[in-house]
């Protein structure tokens, strides 16, 4: 849950980059420094929302197999 937190922080903070960008009223190059800085925080935003698609996957498959050895220890416990 905490990585999707993060996610949505990185997804905010290229927003108000790409705001900050539409509203300065400043030379080309600062505007094309802004986009390219926008741009940088979409990867990033995709990359994080990548690494919380798979630490949920690991979850998922770690959770499944603590509860196969549960089983399994519970089945073995019953013997």
């Known amino acids: ?9 990185v997804a905010s903070l290229m927003l108000v980059t790409v705001i900050g960008a539409g ?14 800085a926008a741009t940088r925080a979409e990867d990033a935003a995709k990359r994080a929302e990548s690494a919380a698609s798979r ?7 770690a959770e499944a197999a603590a509860e196969k050895a549960e089983r399994a220890t519970m089945h073995g416990m019953r013997k």
């Open 1 to 9: 849950m905490r990585l999707r937190s993060i996610g949505a922080s």
């Open 23 to 36: 509203c300065a009223k400043e030379d080309k190059g600062t505007a094309t420094r802004a986009e390219q």
């Open 55 to 61: 630490v949920e996957a690991a979850s998922a498959r």
